[in-house]
T-cell receptor
C-alpha cells in the first residue's frame, strides 16, 4: 500500500517569492493534515481537512498561506509571498475520518517538504 | 486543552544501555498517547500507541511505553540501545476520535559506540 506522498522534497526560494507543496494521502483516508515543523521542534498543525472541507484552520496564517483539497483527495499548500521565517519542513499526514469509532488518532506522515527561504 | 512535555531535548546513551525518554501529558479527557520516531530527512512514523487498553504498550524495534494515569506520564523505554535507534522521538496526545493531535518538542537520542 502506498504511503503519503509529498512533493517537492526540497525547495529553496528567495523571500517574497511564492511556493506550493503537494500531498497525496493514503487511499481511503478522509482526513488530511498539514503540519509545519520548525528546526528542533515538534510538528504544529496548520490545517485539517475532512474530505474537501477545512474543519480546523485556526493556526493557518491566512494572510499569506492558503490550502485546498479539491475532490477530497490531493491537497496543495501555498505560501505567497514567502518570508524568512517560513523556512521549515512542511509535513502532510492523513488518517481515517476524525470522529469515527475506529479512529485512534494515528497519523500517517509523508517525508515532508523542506523549505528554505533566502 | 491538551499538552505534552518531553523532558530533555537530548539524551545520550551507550550502545547496549537502557533507553528512557520521558513524556508527561495534560488532558481533560481520557487521552490517546503516541510515540513517533523521525529519522533524518524523513517524516514521522508510529512507534507505539496507547488507546485505553493495556497500560503497557509494546511497539516496533523493541520499544515499549507504560501509561501511568496517576503520574500523567507515558515514558518510552528500550532495554538495550542500538546504533540504529539514533533519531528524534516525539510524544503526542489526541482525543477519542482522533481530533487534533498535539506533539511534544521532541527528544533527540544519540547512541554512542
Amino acid at each position: 500500500e502506498a504511503g503519503v506522498v509529498q512533493s517537492p522534497r526540497y525547495k529553496i526560494i528567495e523571500k517574497k517569492q511564492p511556493v506550493a507543496f503537494w500531498c497525496n494521502p493514503i487511499s481511503g483516508h478522509n482526513t488530511l493534515y498539514w503540519y509545519r515543523q520548525n528546526l528542533g521542534q515538534g510538528p504544529e498543525l496548520l490545517i485539517r481537512y475532512e474530505n474537501e472541507e477545512a474543519v480546523d484552520d485556526s493556526q493557518l496564517p491566512k494572510d499569506r498561506f492558503s490550502a485546498e483539497r479539491l475532490k477530497g483527495v490531493d491537497s496543495t499548500l501555498k505560501i505567497q509571498p514567502a518570508e524568512l521565517g517560513d523556512s521549515a519542513v512542511y509535513l502532510c499526514a492523513s488518517s481515517e475520518a476524525s470522529g469515527g469509532p475506529t479512529n485512534t488518532g494515528e497519523l500517517f506522515f509523508g517525508e515532508g517538504s523542506r523549505l528554505t527561504v533566502l | 486543552a491538551q499538552s505534552v512535555t518531553q523532558l530533555g531535548s537530548h539524551v545520550s546513551v551507550s550502545e547496549g544501555a537502557l533507553v528512557l525518554l520521558r513524556c508527561n501529558y495534560s488532558s481533560s479527557v481520557p487521552p490517546y498517547l503516541f510515540w513517533y520516531v523521525q529519522y533524518p530527512n524523513q517524516g514521522l512514523q508510529l512507534l507505539l500507541k496507547y488507546t485505553s487498553a493495556a497500560t503497557l504498550v509494546k511497539g516496533i524495534n523493541g520499544f515499549e511505553a507504560e501509561f501511568k494515569k496517576s503520574e500523567t506520564s507515558f515514558h518510552l523505554t528500550k532495554p538495550s540501545a542500538h546504533m540504529s535507534d539514533a533519531a528524534e522521538y516525539f510524544c503526542a496526545v489526541s482525543r477519542l476520535g482522533g481530533f487534533k493531535t498535539i506533539f511534544g518538542a521532541g527528544t533527540r537520542l544519540f547512541v554512542k559506540a
